[in-house]
């Protein structure tokens, strides 16, 4: 059992105690796909309780305050009711959980689950518009006389490669499962060179790796054509 497994099942077995049988589970994300590197992928679980009060959640303090310090993140939390009207408000989310996903407790909670294409194109340009703001401030605003940029590449890595992925699943595509292909495919689709966005995501394994200004202008650039892409995106229409 490696280091990730080892801390889902202690927390799943400390919930066990306070929920015996009252509540799904899911892992989703680069830790079901298979690809989470320690000190940037977060550890994605999903909850399901048959109800949520303030009960319920109280009972479950000690559980989950460990699973936060320990894999430092806080799962989704939804009750029964919430979840199966959710598709409407987390497109994004959903649509990520089913590219890849382990059913942990539970009935699965994805089954019969759909997303509607023009959420999913609503939801995507704001996550693309909204990433590409935060970009360009922090661009704007870099300390005068650094021109060490790996860190604030970085920072953005695995959401803008969330999104890459997104934007396939909106246009019908299959999701490769390494990223390397992903933002490729999502390169040819939406009309950006893909190469500094590839870099910026793999150099987030590298420790040695630095970003270099023309990494961030080229990363800048397919940020900003994703974004125009995805708010011209005609539903039912594929290029």
């Given at each position: 059992?490696?280091?990730v497994?080892?801390?889902?099942?202690k927390?799943?077995a400390?919930l066990?105690r306070?929920w015996?049988?009252?509540?799904?589970?899911v892992?989703?994300g680069?830790?079901a796909?298979?690809?989470?590197?320690?000190g940037?992928?977060d550890i994605n679980?999903?909850?399901?309780?048959?109800?949520l009060?303030?009960a319920?959640?109280?009972?479950?303090?000690?559980?989950?305050?460990?699973?936060r310090?320990?894999a430092?993140?806080?799962?989704l939390?939804?009750?029964?009711?919430?979840?199966?009207?959710s598709?409407?408000?987390y497109p994004?989310e959903?649509?990520?959980?089913r590219?890849g996903?382990r059913l942990?407790?539970g009935?699965?909670?994805l089954?019969?689950?759909?997303?509607?294409?023009?959420?999913?194109?609503?939801?995507?340009?704001?996550e693309?518009?909204g990433k590409l703001?935060?970009?360009?401030q922090?661009?704007a605003?870099f300390?005068p006389?650094?021109d060490?940029l790996?860190e604030?590449?970085r920072s953005?890595a695995?959401?803008?490669l969330?999104l890459?992925?997104a934007?396939?699943?909106?246009?019908?595509?299959?999701?490769?499962?390494a990223?390397?292909a992903?933002?490729?495919?999502?390169?040819?689709?939406?009309?950006f060179?893909?190469q500094?966005?590839?870099?910026v995501?793999?150099?987030?394994?590298?420790?040695?790796?630095r970003c270099?200004?023309?990494d961030?202008?080229?990363y800048?650039?397919?940020?900003?054509?994703a974004a125009?892409?995805?708010?011209?995106?005609?539903?039912?229409a594929?290029t």
């Open positions: 059992m490696n280091d497994d080892g801390k889902i099942e927390f799943l400390d066990d306070v015996p049988g009252a509540y799904a589970a892992l989703f680069s830790a796909r298979g690809e989470y590197l320690p940037w992928s679980i999903l909850l399901i309780a048959d109800q009060t303030p319920s959640l109280r009972i479950a303090r000690e559980a989950l305050a460990d699973w310090e320990s430092e993140a806080v799962p939390l939804f009750s029964a009711t919430e979840w199966r009207r598709a409407d408000a994004l959903i649509a990520e959980m590219t996903y942990l407790r009935a699965d909670p089954v019969g689950m759909t997303v509607r294409p023009a959420d999913l194109r609503a939801a995507l340009e704001r693309f518009r703001m935060r970009l360009r922090g661009y605003v300390p006389g650094s060490d790996t604030f590449a953005s695995s959401s803008v969330l890459c992925r934007l396939l699943i909106l246009q019908g595509d299959s999701v490769p499962a990223a390397e992903v933002i490729a495919r999502a390169g040819e689709r939406a009309g060179a893909p500094a966005v590839q870099r995501v793999a150099g987030r394994a590298d420790a040695g790796w270099s200004e023309e961030v202008q080229g800048l650039a397919a940020v900003e054509s125009g892409f995805v708010d011209h995106f005609q539903i039912g594929r």
